[in-house]
């Protein structure tokens, strides 16, 4: 199993409405996804920012791919991020689940 990691960041304005667009669109859209097993969303407010942590699992890297691209540790982003996000880093991190 594969664990991938996505951190973002948002203006403290606009934490709550990203959390709902996060519950709305990103969680389903990746439910759908063959070889997605779970994830987990982390948030939390600090200097009048907000940091979302996403980590999902996924059955191999392959399957990541499916989902990502052929480019897997690029991350991936929705249209809608442009009215939420400060940044958008460019790559996201992947481990090897052993336990």
């Not at 969680?27 to 942590?53: A, C, Q």
């Not at 699992?57 to 991936?76: Q, R, Y």
Request: hydrophobic content about 40%.
């Amino acid at each position: 199993m594969i664990a991938r990691i996505w951190h973002g960041k948002t203006s403290a304005k606009k934490f709550d409405d990203y959390t709902e667009f996060l519950k709305k669109v990103a969680v389903p859209d990746y439910n759908k996804t063959d070889g997605f097993i779970s994830l987990t969303f982390l948030k939390r407010l600090e200097n009048n920012e907000g940091h979302f942590t996403l980590i999902t699992f996924w059955e191999n890297l392959d399957v990541i791919k499916n989902f990502a691209g052929e480019d897997f540790e690029k991350a991936k982003y929705y249209p809608e991020d442009d009215n939420f996000l400060l940044e958008f880093e460019e790559k996201v991190l992947h481990y090897e689940v052993f336990a």
